[in-house]
């Protein structure tokens, strides 16, 4: 026999529990939490796949080498996302020095509402 | 070759069936990792302009249908587990359990993509949401919702791409298991396959809050 034979008890335990989560962030939704409505959303979905990955893709039992790789991925991920994200929300921090204006990258600004639909059509 | 159907199972380059099994596993792990990077992109996207633009993501996001949502997140769910026990029972070369589990999670998997087209994608073409074809919706915000709507038809496609391409490869599999290509000791292609769907699945878990949730439903 190749590789660990996981309980079918254990599937549906983890099936209940992504159903379960599912309908929690769900109704989660529908209350006002502010900036925590954010946080739970992000949060619940990374216990699920978490959940996942674990048990229905077999990590807990895996060697460490398939660990490596998914730390790596997430590692990379890490980076794409931190450092593009402080890259444009950290570029207003500082005054840009008068002598730059030809080369200043200003923050995209939301388009006006008047111009809609002229430019359309 | 001691064991006749070892050796039948076995590929030359390797030492013995357990390291064919981790290499066919790693190898998907590996190609996981360049998933991950590529919907990594998406998502970055995603949280960069969704910050810029809050109020026009909002309201994209509550133009959104949440049941539809999480019934198809229902779908994918089952789905996941439908493939983890036919991985079971080709791990234990139960031929006619892997079958019957092949069909449900393929069954579910196209599920998922009607869903998709004709409940979600086709209502929000026909209600005018679609960037680049039709989109007329002129309430506050216009052009922000506009680029929400970018991102959701870019992002939901694509991942429904990868369910297209998981229900091809779940046909072959189908077609080998059949013939009863698979047993205790060959199993590493529904092992794979069982990888790159519960991927699928995970991009979705992340999807589903990302563009129906996050802005709140109150």
């Known amino acids: 026999m190749l590789g660990h034979v996981v309980p079918k008890k254990t599937y549906f335990l983890i099936f209940g529990a992504l159903l379960a989560l599912t309908a929690l962030t769900t109704s989660v939704a529908y209350l006002n939490l502010g900036q925590w409505n954010t946080i739970a959303a992000l949060a619940i979905a990374c216990c699920k796949a978490t959940l996942v990955v674990l048990f229905f893709m077999h990590l807990r039992w895996s060697t460490r080498l398939m660990r490596v790789v998914l730390i790596s991925a997430l590692l990379w991920l890490a980076i794409l996302i931190s450092l593009t994200t402080t890259d444009f929300f950290s570029r207003n921090w500082t005054p840009i020095p008068e002598s730059w204006e030809t080369s200043r990258l200003p923050l995209p600004s939301p388009p006006a509402q008047d111009e809609l639909r002229t430019s359309r059509q | ?218």
């Open chain 2, 1 to 218: 070759m001691a064991d006749s159907h070892a050796g039948a199972a076995l590929a030359h380059q390797f030492e013995d069936l357990e390291q064919q099994h981790e290499a066919a596993s790693l190898g998907m792990w590996i190609f996981l990792a360049t998933e991950v990077m590529f919907f990594g992109g998406l998502f970055a996207g995603y949280t960069i302009y969704r910050n810029l633009y809050m109020p026009g993501f909002d309201a994209g996001s509550h133009l959104l249908n949440v049941t539809i949502g999480a019934i198809n997140t229902a779908v994918l769910i089952c789905s996941s587990l439908t493939m983890a026990l036919g991985v079971r029972a080709a791990q234990l070369g139960k031929r006619k359990t892997l079958l019957t589990f092949l069909i449900c999670t393929l069954a579910l998997g196209l599920a998922f993509i009607l869903i998709k087209l004709t409940l979600e994608w086709r209502h929000d073409y026909l209600e005018g949401f679609a960037p680049g074809l039709n989109f007329t919706f002129a309430g506050p915000h216009a052009k922000s919702v506009e680029l929400f709507f970018c991102f959701y038809f870019l992002m939901t496609g694509v991942h429904a791409l990868h369910m297209v391409v998981g229900v091809g490869v779940l046909s072959v599999l189908l077609a080998l298991a059949w013939k009863g290509h698979f047993g205790p000791q060959r199993y590493n292609a529904v092992e794979t396959a069982g990888l790159y769907w519960h991927f699928v699945d995970i991009v979705w878990i992340f999807l589903f809050p990302l563009l129906y949730l996050i802005g709140g439903r109150y």
